[in-house]
């Protein structure tokens, strides 16, 4: 997992197994190919006639591959059982089902269960015994954090093991065509993003008519803590590159300051945004947010123009891949144009 995964997930593990928050936040599809096998045979009295032609369709076949790691990977032919937890958005676009999906004490990625509803969890570090109890045919680990010290070994002992670099895992696009590639669903995968590319195309151009050089902001509200997206990663790289919205001054400064998808901000220097419009991811609704009371935060324009648009956790704004940018494009277009 890449550190700015890495860091948003362990910060929604922690959000979901206890009330404080962690700081710094961070099957296969095969084609056929019919093949015309004449005999060729000299015939005789006995033999049958030479005329006779079969045809029959290509079986899908094993692959060897080379993960992040250096590891030589034997992928199954027609892999049924797939586990590739905190990878599960890329396996939904791809049409694959996962033999057991990511969870954290009672918490799940809710913003997939369109897809996963009927689809049993695994603890997010992947207990052996519990990997080996879903008898998968492929593994495919988020990162080489996952495989560090002997877990590769004991992993690759339960079924064959693939580790996804960082590169890939830093880039939506790149990790999808990498598990593509893994599934040998190459085409399927590119189709997805161009599908996404073109909606997004649609969706600027709306925007655009809309509120023609608007800015705007995605923050996360998490114990009176807030937290504001990166420029050029997760929801910000939807709002910024994919959709054409202006970038504020204090996204930009904020951005400067970390890797992780989601930096601190302090209220104070919140109260500088100046975007048109803000997106509120509220892990605090119900619970109080006392910083919602605060007179800096009432003066921000956005909030006294009313321009915010509040979700909740559980909405996929705080997670990256087709699926979850395809819900964060309808989120923002809906939001802005209504």
């Given amino acids: 997992m890449s550190k ?3 860091k948003i997930a362990s910060l929604l593990a922690s959000l979901l197994l206890v009330s404080t928050f962690l700081a710094a ?10 093949n015309t096998a004449p005999n060729n045979a000299s015939q005789t009295e006995t033999e049958t006639p030479a005329s006779e032609v079969e045809e029959s369709a290509e079986e899908p076949a094993e692959r060897t591959v080379t993960d992040a790691m250096g590891h030589e990977v034997t992928i199954p032919a027609n892999p049924q059982r797939i586990l590739a937890t905190y990878l599960e958005d890329n396996l939904v676009a791809l049409g694959v089902t996962p033999v ?16 996963l509803k009927d689809v049993p969890t695994i603890p997010h ?5 519990q990997v080996a109890s879903f008898e998968p045919d492929l593994i495919i680990l988020d990162s080489a954090d996952m495989a560090s010290g002997d877990k590769y070994e004991q992993y690759s002992k339960i079924a064959p093991t693939y580790v996804i670099g960082s590169e890939q895992n830093n880039d939506w696009r790149d990790e999808l065509l990498k598990i593509g590639e893994v599934l040998g669903k190459e085409e ?52 910024y590159d994919d959709l054409g919205l202006a970038v504020p001054e204090v996204v930009k400064e ?14 104070e220097k919140l109260a500088e945004l100046d975007a048109d419009h803000l997106f509120l991811i509220n892990s605090d609704k119900g619970a109080g947010g006392e910083a919602l009371n605060d007179p800096l ?14 979700f909740s956790a559980d909405t996929s704004w705080l997670y990256t891949g087709t699926v979850a940018n395809t819900q964060i494009v309808d989120s923002i277009v809906e939001s802005i144009t209504k």
């Fill in 4 to 6: 700015s995964k890495k």
């Fill in 25 to 34: 936040c961070g099957s296969s599809e095969s084609g056929t190919d019919s």
């Fill in 100 to 115: 057991a999906q990511w969870s954290v004490a009672n918490g799940i990625q809710d913003y997939l269960q369109g897809s």
């Fill in 125 to 129: 570090d992947l207990p052996f015994e």
């Fill in 188 to 239: 399927d995968a590119q189709k997805v993003l161009d599908d996404y590319d073109a909606k997004a195309a649609e969706a600027k151009a709306a925007l655009s008519e809309a509120a023609p050089g608007e800015s705007a902001a995605a923050i996360w509200l998490v114990s009176d803590q807030f937290y504001m997206v990166s420029e050029d990663l997760s929801s910000g790289t939807v709002m």
């Fill in 254 to 267: 904020i951005s400067a300051t970390g890797t992780g998808n989601w930096l601190p901000i302090s209220l």
């Fill in 297 to 310: 935060w009432k003066n921000i324009p956005a909030v006294k123009n009313g321009n915010v648009y509040e």
